[in-house]
């Protein structure tokens, strides 16, 4: 299966605890997009790279979260100091598109569903 | 700052029928992009059909078609002879146009929990 994957799918911590989730796109797809979902809603953008360039992050992304994307390729996000208010499925996408080209056809993965006790 | 509405939480069909999910916007912008997505229990959210605001003809993709309404600001999804495996949470989504910084990803609605009954 060449579509985009996500580890864990599934993870728990503590409060506190530091987190770190991994995204691999399609392969050759230049755009990478995160986003969180809530239960009951739909899902909120978190940031996006163009490549290796991280090119947006929404104002949702406070200085607990950093995400990276080395030789844009796979990406990773980080949550320092998880609260319980950081539960929730983290979905990661990607796209093949130019940099000025806007309606690309976003492709999600699983998602990975942190919970914080 | 972009929103977008989905009105109904829940609908309930019978399979074969023909159902429609509602979903209003609100944007200053001109150009853009409307998108539904579909979102399976437990699987992948997946593209279901999008839209071109500049572009006047509604879109189609098989069984699902769009109602663009423009000036009313609305983007309803068609489903035509359902099938179960159409049970879905349904996103309606939004995309503003390249400004000069990148992307910034959907926008999207709460969701519309749709389910085909045998």
């Known amino acids: 299966d060449t579509g985009v994957s996500q580890d864990p799918r599934h993870k728990i911590t503590k409060r506190g605890q530091n987190v770190t989730f991994r995204c691999d796109p399609i392969?050759?797809?230049?755009?990478l997009y995160w986003y969180r979902q809530t239960l009951g809603q739909g899902p909120e953008f978190l940031t996006y790279?163009?490549?290796?360039?991280?090119?947006?992050k929404s104002r949702l992304l406070s200085d607990r979260f950093s995400a990276e994307r080395p030789k844009g390729s796979f990406s990773t996000l980080e949550i320092q100091r998880t609260e319980q208010g950081d539960s929730a499925m983290y979905l990661c996408?990607?796209?093949?598109?130019?940099?000025?080209?806007?309606?690309?056809?976003?492709?999600f993965g699983p998602g990975t569903r942190l919970t914080v006790l | 700052a972009q929103t977008v509405t989905q009105s109904q939480p829940e609908m309930s069909v019978q399979e074969a029928e023909t159902v429609t999910l509602s979903c209003t916007y609100d944007?200053?912008?001109?150009?853009?992009?409307l998108f539904w997505y579909k979102q399976p229990p437990s699987r992948q959210m997946i593209l279901v059909i999008r839209?071109?605001?500049?572009?006047?003809q509604n879109a189609t993709e098989n069984r699902f078609s769009v109602n663009f309404q423009k000036a009313a600001k609305s983007f309803s999804l068609k489903i035509s002879d359902s099938q179960l495996g159409d049970t879905a949470m349904y996103f309606c989504?939004?995309?503003?146009?390249?400004?000069?910084?990148?992307?910034?990803?959907?926008?999207f609605g709460k969701g519309t929990h749709l389910i085909i009954q045998p």
């Open positions: 392969s050759e797809h230049n755009r």
């Open positions: 790279f163009q490549n290796e360039a991280q090119l947006e």
């Open positions: 839209q071109e605001a500049y572009k006047q």
């Open positions: 989504a939004f995309m503003k146009p390249y400004s000069g910084g990148g992307a910034d990803g959907l926008t």
């Open positions: 996408a990607s796209s093949l598109a130019p940099l000025a080209e806007r309606g690309d056809t976003q492709y």
């Open positions: 944007t200053s912008e001109n150009n853009y992009y």
